[in-house]
């Protein structure tokens, strides 16, 4: 039980990150097609584990950096300079690992053979392809609006229809 209840305090952390901060919203896009497209790359074992562990260190920089925002915002709600540094201080860890996750990125999929493999896969069943091109709208708009704006957007348009 306290486990289930420290799990959801957790989860609640991560969602409101999702929520509030865009470059979150952005990291949870890029893995989800990351890891959407992985099986074209034939990465075994060892390759999974360095992705899960380059997600799963952009992701955890950007809750912290978000933590960081959160506690400054608390303590100076009017310019300070130590906000200023703390801040981009936190700003520039979050930098300096997706630049690394994206080199990460170039050494486990810059595999032509298999890009043109996974493509002709895909240009072979048009259906997924419009799925894909829909769920890629879907993903920027998610991104853009985040959560809460898409729900309150969507109650907007359902009330409209009603009248
Ligand atoms: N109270 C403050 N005093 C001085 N500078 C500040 C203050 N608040 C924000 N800044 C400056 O503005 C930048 C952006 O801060 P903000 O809190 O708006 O984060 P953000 O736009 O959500 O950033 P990120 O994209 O990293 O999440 C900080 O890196 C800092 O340079």
Same mark, same amino acid.
């Given at each position: ?17 999702? %929520?509030?901060?865009? %470059? ?40 912290? %950096? ?6 400054? &915002? ?13 801040? &981009? ?34 240009? &072979? ?26 729900? &309150? ?11």
């Amino acid at each position: 039980m306290r486990f289930m209840k420290s799990l959801r305090y957790a989860l609640r952390g991560i969602l409101y990150c999702i %929520n509030t901060e865009r %470059n979150m919203r952005f990291h949870t896009v890029a893995a989800f097609y990351t890891l959407l497209f992985s099986p074209f790359f034939h990465l075994g074992a060892l390759g999974y584990a360095v992705l899960f562990l380059t997600i799963g260190s952009v992701m955890s920089a950007e809750v912290f %950096n978000t933590v960081t925002e959160t506690q400054c &915002d608390l303590v100076s709600s009017t310019f300070s300079g130590g906000v200023r540094s703390v801040k &981009d201080l936190a700003a520039g860890g979050v930098l300096l690992r997706a630049v690394f996750a994206a080199g990460v990125g170039v050494c486990l999929f810059a595999k032509p053979a298999c890009i043109a493999a996974g493509w002709q896969w895909l240009t &072979d069943r048009p259906l997924l392809l419009v799925l894909l091109a829909g769920s890629v709208v879907a993903a920027i708009v998610y991104v853009l609006l985040g959560p809460p704006a898409m729900r &309150d957007r969507l109650r907007a348009f359902r009330c409209r229809k009603s009248y």
